[in-house]
């Protein structure tokens, strides 16, 4: 097929008589070259699957131990996430709650009201509650220190993340020095400061820096909103520490 056309393209200028010799053959080539490019087209790679390429490009030890930080990060931060979505608690409605069971039940219907509420502000309130009958520096003590109990529940694995965070870069760091020792090691076998005989082993060993920097970035974004998550239930649980102990001081009046 191809010949054939580029055949017909040489008659037609030969027929025409329009063009010269060289003409002709330039013709010739860039049909044949046009047919060449149909017939083999170049896959382009997806984004995954370039990834991927790199991945195995950056050797199985030091890309197994980063990959391992980050499936472990990423484990750790999930359960995280959920745990702390599952203690969110409106705490508005719960002090009104509260405090409508004090009025209309006293400190047992609103002992009711925390047990059927989820999260560390009902706990807290439960806490300080189950205290009313004492003074009221007995009822502020169990709340401060229940609340430090449940401080400790919500920050819980929180410093295996930013250790995953630290070490994964570190890795790749010490990946990449060690491929560029092996490249000096080449280079002073070989005698001869031949770009070709290095190239591979840097790119290799600067792979693995940058799927360090790569892991320990997508670890810091789920940390950071961790913490934020964190920071915002316990300053809830300060704020409900404070009305509940206005809530019993009007309660025993």
Not at 105 to 121: I, L
Not at 153 to 171: C, D, G, R, T, Y
Not at 204 to 229: E, R, S
């Amino acid at each position: 097929m191809k010949r054939l056309f580029s055949i017909l393209a040489i008659v037609g200028m030969m027929a025409f008589g329009t063009v010269n010799a060289n003409a002709v053959n330039t013709a010739t080539t860039a049909v044949t070259t046009t047919f060449q490019a149909d017939d083999a087209p170049e896959e382009e790679l997806t984004f995954t699957q370039k990834v991927k390429e790199r991945f195995i490009e950056g050797g199985p030890f030091f890309m197994g131990i980063v990959l391992l930080c980050l499936i472990l990060g990423l484990a750790i931060a999930i359960e995280r996430i959920i745990y702390l979505n599952l203690a969110t608690t409106n705490t508005k409605k719960l002090t009104q709650n509260v405090e409508d069971a004090l009025q209309s039940g006293g400190v047992e219907a609103a002992k009711e009201v925390c047990r059927n509420t989820k999260g560390p502000v009902a706990s807290i309130f439960y806490q300080g509650l189950d205290r009313a009958d004492e003074d009221i520096d007995a009822a502020e003590k169990a709340v401060v220190a229940y609340g430090g109990v449940q401080m400790g529940q919500l920050e819980k694995n929180v410093s295996w993340i930013s250790l995953f965070i630290a070490l994964a870069p570190m890795l790749g760091f010490m990946g990449t020095v060690l491929g560029m020792i092996d490249a000096f090691d080449k280079i002073e076998a070989a005698g001869d400061m031949n770009p070709s005989l290095v190239a591979g082993g840097i790119k290799v060993a600067l792979l693995t820096t940058v799927f360090g920097l790569i892991v320990a970035i997508i670890l810091q974004i789920f940390y950071n909103y961790i913490i934020a998550k964190i920071d915002s239930i316990v300053n809830d649980m300060e704020d409900a520490s404070i009305t509940l102990m206005d809530l019993l001081v009007r309660h025993k009046k």
